[in-house]
């Protein structure tokens, strides 16, 4: 089991420039989930799929941010444009089954700094 | 929304005592209770869950207890060592919700 799998491990770029936040979940889970982490806010939850499909994405903070899931083995997080208050680290998680009896398992994160 | 407060948000031992984290949740549908560590630069991992039709579970020196006519659960550590020295969330209601995480520190 290789675990959730994300790409790439850090980021630096540019304010203005469209980043892409790449996911791979572990073969046979069902959800998938993409969270934010800083310090002010802590772990975010921006949005979660089941079964390819978005379900709840009340925490996506605006429309430059958007997420798809063509297909049960990845998953993109794209900011567009970036801004420097994106800066954070992103996780996507991944579980087997209903996510309120179901451990989530976490990936490696992606340490995005925009400047 | 769902909510969960945790405390206390940062916690320092002797290496050896016992450390307590606790949870306080809003929804009383929730069953499922996970408590995850997150070590310095690294992903938050499950380290022990409870599901609502049991009082309390163990695994070596963790525990989690359950109180669901309260609604809150805690994180239990005895024997502390230098590495478990880290960031702990709890989850609850249904997962969506982190708690806002706690630093332990245990002092060798």
């Known amino acids: 089991d290789a675990g959730v799998i994300q790409s790439p491990r850090h980021e630096v770029t540019e304010m203005g420039q469209e980043v892409t936040l790449r996911c791979k979940p572990i073969s046979g889970h069902d959800y998938l989930f993409w969270y934010r982490q800083t310090m002010m806010r802590g772990l975010e939850l921006l949005i979660y799929f089941n079964n390819n499909v978005p379900i709840d994405d009340s925490g996506m903070p605006e429309d430059r941010f958007s997420a798809k899931m063509p297909n049960a083995s990845f998953s993109t997080l794209k900011i567009q444009p970036s801004e420097p208050r994106d800066s954070a680290v992103y996780f996507c998680?991944?579980?087997?089954?209903?996510?309120?009896?179901?451990?989530?398992?976490f990936g490696d994160g992606t340490r995005l700094s925009i400047l | 929304g769902e909510n969960v407060e945790q405390h206390p948000s940062t916690l320092s031992v002797q290496e050896g005592d016992s450390a307590v984290i606790k949870c306080t949740y809003s929804d009383s549908a929730s069953n499922y209770f996970p408590w995850y560590k997150q070590e310095l630069g690294k992903r938050p991992q499950l380290i022990i869950d409870i599901r609502s039709n049991v009082g309390e579970k163990k695994d070596q020196r963790i525990a989690v207890t359950l109180n669901k006519t309260a609604k809150h659960f805690s994180l239990h550590i005895t024997e502390t060592q230098p590495e478990d020295s880290a960031v702990y969330f709890c989850?609850?209601?249904?997962?969506?919700?982190f708690g806002s995480g706690t630093q332990l520190t245990v002092l060798p």
């Open positions: 998680a991944s579980s087997p089954g209903q996510v309120s009896n179901q451990p989530q398992h």
């Open positions: 989850a609850a209601p249904r997962q969506l919700t």
